[in-house]
């Protein structure tokens, strides 16, 4: 494998000899891991120059703000909880950060704007759900209509970004050996895996994520803070949203109200494929990492092939969504 | 129990809050433009805006009147859209295919066939849910990503058109009114007859308040679950149908995007609970209507009809927070009643409808 494929692969075990040494958790998330590798191994034994360390590169490059996304999502799913949003915040974000650039703003300054909206959307969601006991699904489903529609608010056609420093941002390779190179977005979206798998699994609030997803009324008979933890989660995927969002402009180097339609559903198919269950209480950041790397394995696929058309891409998704979720059954043995 | 009084008992119902929205709704229509709710018959048909909004509604009521037996079950459908794409591909591409393209044979045909594999779908659906007992949302979330595919693999990934007199009834054609909304309110007059004149309404609320405990009691609850399911996936297929015979095409891609959101809305605006347990055929009606409403309105005031979904977005939240405190009101007695007896507090404090599960279920078997 290549440079870019060891750390995952050294990171994987890196967080089953924590608390939880349950074997039942971790197998998901090998299983996620087992499947990258054989997808990976059947690209490389049908076609030519699959083994390469751009083709892995690519993976980070085209994938960037949809592993932040489900980081995001992780969080929230592991809490019980679902976000509808965030595909909408990408757009919203978008539209604001070229919007924002067209009408003269400084960049750092447009980059702080988009990341305080995101986190106050999902701010405000956190403190419907738990202060008004509302389901997670509908008032994040609102939060999506609300945010697709400020999307065309701010403006109905697509702004393309000319602000020379997001473009040179965007551009810039960092190059990792002679012949494979990176962009900054793969970057900022690791660190961000790093600082969730630390929050996630070594801190507090990581801890009591799992507790209110676990059970949430013996969580606060333990005097542990839900209310916090709750509203902390969405907070946490409305940021990463924005961040998202943000990687999708440099990605697309334009914003639009129509941009991501449906990536929250390839983000929490991810993070279903990487392991975590929709009922909450367990799940790794770095299952959903794989989660994401395998979807993007199947597109690069799909592409290499060539003849398969684009739609099968969504069939691939459902069927490994379905045996996932079949093997979760299997082994966690959970009652819905 | 309620009051026997009629407004108390409309009060208790739940319908109030959807019945003031949609009035308000169509009041501010009719100010802002006063040939809204004029009607006129041309050549046997009845037009005006408000038969416009019953015709584009008649889809979304009907698949939410699926919805809401399966949200009763505590269960969810996110399959619907991908559903309704694939009933117009398999209808379109059947009838594309036919020996007599304009045929009413090749059309009657087609539509079987889409329903049948509708059925299919829902069996699927309610296998996964009923006998697998995987959470319904992420169940149907497998059909919903891998539906649209199979729809474009249907199509090939092309919009299909067809020119068939008998398929085009069914969304665009008018029997004094629309047909399509004549279909959807056969339908909620047969769900209506068949879930509140016999105990299978009773039996699907209580599945939903506890599938275990209904299994005990005696019930057959995997099968009502998959019923349900079932019953959604038609209610999906004919829905598809309305759809593509309205524009007389099929496009995989866009046929019913995002039309689970807005049935799930409507059932939830209709004063239904996401938790189960109890449901209202008639405000998941009112629902669908407030949305359809609501579009149509923004489209009739000239604002960009992309920006629906801000407005959308309010009514959802504003609908959602009136019904709220009740939710916290059932909450919070439920919780004290394990350590006191409850609190009359709890009980002043309640919205005009504070229904637990079991005080509707009593009142429904004290009620001959």
Known sequence: MTTSATPVKGKSPLALPGRRSVPGRVVPVIATFVLFVLL???????????????????????NAFLIVLAVGMTFVIVTGGIDLSVGAVVALSTMVAAAGLQAGLPAPLVVLLVLAMGSTLGLLMGLVIHYFEIQPFIVTLAGMFLARGLCFVVGVESISIKDPTFRTFAT?????????????SVVIALAIVAVAVWVLHRTRFGRTAYAVGGNENSAMLMGLPVARVKVGVYVISGLCSAIAGLLFSLYMLSGYGLHAVGMELDAIAAVVIGGTLLSGGAGYVLGSLLGVLVLGVIQTLISFQGTLSSW????????????????QRVFMRRQP | MTSTRPLDRFRASGLLWPLVALLVLLA??????????????????????????????????????????VIATRGIDLSVGAVVAISGAV????????????????????????????????????????????QPIIATLVLMTAGRGIAMLITDGQIITVRNP???????????????????????????????????????ESVGINPEASRLAGLRARTIRWT??????????????????????????????????????????????????RYSLTGTMLGALIIQTLTTTVYSMGIAPEITLVFKAVVVI??????????????????????????????AAGRPSTHTPTSAMVEKVAQP
């Open chain 1, 40 to 62: 990976f191994g059947v690209g490389t034994a049908r076609y030519d120059g699959f083994l390469s360390g751009q083709v892995v590169a690519n993976l980070f490059i085209d």
């Open chain 1, 172 to 184: 810039a390779a960092i190059p990792l050996s002679g012949t494979v190179s990176i962009t900054w």
């Open chain 1, 312 to 327: 099968w891409t969504k069939i691939a998704i459902g069927t490994l969504l379905l045996l996932f979720i079949v093997m």
């Open chain 2, 28 to 69: 501010a229509n009719a100010v802002v433009r006063p040939s809204f709710l004029a009607l006129r018959i041309q050549d046997g048909h009845l037009y005006g805006s408000l038969v416009d909004i019953l015709k584009n509604g008649a889809p979304t009521m009907l698949i939410a009147l699926g919805m809401c037996l």
């Open chain 2, 91 to 134: 209808t379109c591409s059947y009838i594309a295919g036919a020996g007599d393209p304009t045929g009413a044979g090749a059309a009657f045909a087609g539509m079987g066939i889409a329903l049948a594999l509708c059925a299919v779908l829902g069996l699927w659906n309610g296998f996964l849910v009923a006998v697998v007992g995987i």
């Open chain 2, 166 to 204: 008998a398929y085009r009834t069914v969304g665009a054609g008018f029997l004094l009114l629309p047909v399509s909304i004549l279909i959807a309110v056969a339908v909620f007059a047969l769900v209506a007859l068949v879930t509140r004149r016999t105990a299978l309404g009773l039996l699907i």
């Open chain 2, 228 to 277: 349900v399911y079932v019953f959604a996936a038609i209610c999906a297929g004919v829905a598809g149908l309305m759809i593509s015979s309205n524009v007389s095409a099929a496009d995989a891609n866009n046929a019913g995007l995002w039309i689970e959101m807005d049935a799930i809305l409507a059932v939830v605006i209709g004063g239904t609970s996401l938790a189960g347990g």
């Open chain 2, 318 to 347: 504003a609908v959602c927070l009136l019904q709220a405190p009740k939710a916290r009101a059932v909450l919070l007695r439920r919780t004290r009643r394990r350590h006191t007896p409850p609190d009359p507090d709890a009980e």
